[in-house]
Nanobody, 123 residues
Framework: QVQLVESGGGLVQPGGSLRLSCAHS????????IAWFRQPPGKDREGVAC????????YVTTAMQGRFTISRDNANNTVYLQTDDPKPEDTAVYYC????????????????WGQGTQVTVSS
């Protein structure tokens, strides 16, 4: 059974630093892609970035390229999402999710989800 646990959320100042962690476990045959999604207040869930935990290939959605990076630490079964320029509009619940499909940010292809972690960007 695939398990995903997010951490690292909380209150962040604009222009500060934010790093979210997704600890993943389970049969590697059940997933190879880990993605980060977010859901701002009153809005739909949207994809941020995804990574293939086997070969490290990754994708960041166009609107967030240059601000968000995704990386993996396979020794600790953890995927990270980081930004060094958080903005108030990044306030959202951030979720990690897993799939065995290819690199994509389509929510319907992800069948394993974490509980989410709240990120609030405010001074």
């Amino acid at each position: 059974q695939v398990q995903l646990v997010e951490s690292g959320g909380g209150l962040v100042q604009p222009g500060g630093s934010l790093r979210l962690s997704c600890a993943h476990s389970g049969s590697i045959s059940d997933y190879r892609i880990i993605a980060w999604f977010r859901q701002p207040p009153g809005k739909d869930r949207e994809g941020v970035a995804c990574i293939d935990v086997r070969d490290g290939k990754s994708y960041v959605t166009t609107a967030m390229q240059g601000r968000f990076t995704i990386s993996r630490d396979n020794a600790n079964n953890t995927v990270y999402l980081q930004t060094d320029d958080p903005k108030p509009e990044d306030t959202a619940v951030y979720y990690c999710a897993a799939t065995n499909w290819g690199l994509n940010l389509n929510t319907i292809t992800y069948n394993h989800w974490g509980q989410g972690t709240q990120v609030t960007v405010s001074s």
